[in-house]
């Protein structure tokens, strides 16, 4: 038997071991900060390492569907009819759903809300399926909005940012930082994109289920952080927690993407920090943000403001960032 005294001392040095450990883990792989008027690079760490960007993806399903809608082919008032296919989303293992069942009918309007409040997979995949008749057919489209858009290092494999049967993170969707400030900027800019991503809670199927499901959105920020109004959280065990957040104080907007932090709190507490730089960096002539986007200003890729990222280089903390 191991002698009291020694026991005690072996569990102190285990717990300052995870202590330490716990100090010097990575804040995040990436990050990225720009002024939603101009594209203009306020800060960047590692902003163009590549990895998954999870549920985040759904905000290039929503942009491919605001061009389908734009185009005519869809409106928000048309109906889904969920499909066998749509319905078996909602039993893979860990995903998020409102659980669609085979047969049920929505609008387009009602699944774009569970899609970016709740995260549904199965939402986000229904109307994939429906906008383009295939889900292949729909990803073969996010790929081609990506490519329009500047977004030189990004890879859609799916509408929602569910990982592959494999798990390997390479053969799923993914992106930088960098890429998808561009998209965050181009749905600020082109879509009505915070209708739906600055609603905290919404009921999903009220007055057509007998249980409606109640949605609480995942973006944490929202109501908490001054001018925090929108876009999209992301987890997955290969992605890390995701969160592509945009604030406006003053007339003036941000953007910040983090990717891959290592817990949802250090995410958060670091995207906040990042939002408060942000600010104070921004030049005194920027432009306010309703002046540009009713001039219709085109998305650019964020101007190298600062010395380009290393890629997958390591991870350095941000000046002032603290772990918490």
């Known amino acids: 038997m191991v002698p009291k005294h020694l026991f005690i001392a072996a569990l102190i040095a285990a717990a300052a071991s995870d202590t330490a450990s716990a100090r010097s883990a990575p804040l995040y792989k990436g990050a990225i900060a720009t002024d939603a008027s101009t594209g203009a690079v306020l800060y960047q760490e590692n902003a163009d390492a590549v990895s998954p960007p999870a549920s985040m993806t759904k905000l290039m399903t929503y942009a491919v569907l605001c061009d389908q809608i734009a185009k005519g082919s869809i409106s928000l008032d048309t109906p889904v009819t969920v499909t066998h296919e749509d319905a078996k989303v909602a039993m893979l293992k860990d995903s998020t759903a409102v659980w669609l069942k085979q047969g049920e009918v929505f609008p387009v309007e009602e699944l774009i809300y569970a899609m970016l409040i709740q995260s549904a997979n199965d939402a986000a995949y229904a109307l994939a399926h429906r906008a383009a008749g295939t889900v292949p057919a729909f990803v073969a489209m996010m790929n081609a909005k990506a490519r329009e858009l500047g977004m030189l290092h990004s890879t859609f494999r799916t509408p929602h940012g569910f990982p592959p049967p494999s798990r390997r993170p390479s053969e799923g969707d993914l992106t930088t930082p960098r890429d998808f400030s561009i998209l965050c900027r181009h749905l600020l800019l082109h879509t009505d994109i915070l209708k739906y991503t600055s609603v905290k809670t919404r009921t999903f199927g009220a007055g057509v289920r007998f249980q409606p499901v109640p949605m609480v959105n995942h973006n944490h920020l929202l109501g908490k952080i001054a001018g925090v109004d929108g876009l999209k959280t992301g987890f997955t065990s290969g992605a890390g927690f995701c969160l592509a957040a945009t604030a406006q ?19 958060d507490l670091n995207v906040e ?19 540009v986007q009713s001039g219709l200003a085109e998305p650019t890729r964020p101007s190298p403001a600062l010395p380009p990222a290393s890629g997958d ?11 918490k």
């Not at 104080?249 to 995410?267: F, H, K, N």
């Not at 280089?313 to 772990?323: E, K, L, N």
């Open 249 to 267: 104080r003053d007339g003036r907007r941000i953007i910040v993407v983090m990717m891959d932090s290592p817990d949802s709190r250090t995410r």
């Open 273 to 291: 920090e990042l939002i408060s730089q942000a600010f104070a960096l921004l030049p005194l002539d920027t432009k306010l943000f309703a002046q």
């Open 313 to 323: 280089g390591p991870v350095v903390r941000y000046p002032g960032a603290t772990a």
